[in-house]
């Protein structure tokens, strides 16, 4: 019998996300390979998750416009190739964002 305080999992640092300076406005480069970790409509939340993504690599939040609404993308890259690309997919679903897939813009 194991005694003791319960385990509890680490909680995510707290990050405070400041969405008017960390949205870009140069738009992503055409035909070049990404890594996509989120889209939001709420920039605070892509600021959020650009901050966490910091041990993957260098992330950007890019705004689009779908449907007559913006949603502000959360990228990493662009990637010199498939090889690279999917060696930056492999580090954001190590952090735990199993939803992020490579596009090409």
Same mark, same amino acid.
């Given at each position: 019998? #194991?005694?003791? @305080? !319960?385990?509890?999992?680490? %909680?995510? !640092?707290?990050?405070?996300?400041? !969405? *008017?300076?960390? &949205? *870009?406005?140069?738009? !992503? ?7 996509? @970790?989120? *889209? ?6 892509? #600021?959020?998750?650009? /901050? ?8 950007? #939040? ?5 449907? @007559? ?5 959360? %990228?990493?890259?662009? @990637? ?17 964002? *199993?939803? /992020? %897939? &490579? #596009?090409?813009?």
């Amino acid at each position: 019998i #194991v005694t003791g @305080a !319960p385990r509890t999992q680490p %909680r995510p !640092p707290t990050v405070v996300a400041t !969405p *008017s300076t960390d &949205i *870009s406005v140069t738009a !992503p480069q055409p035909g070049a390979l990404y890594v996509q @970790a989120g *889209s939001f409509v709420d920039p605070a939340n892509a #600021v959020r998750l650009k /901050a966490l993504l910091r041990p993957a690599g260098d992330a950007s #939040v890019t705004p689009a416009e779908v449907d @007559a609404k913006t949603f502000y993308r959360v %990228r990493l890259g662009p @990637a010199q190739s498939l090889d690279e690309a999917d060696a930056l997919l492999a580090r954001v679903i190590e952090l735990g964002y *199993s939803g /992020a %897939r &490579i #596009v090409v813009e």
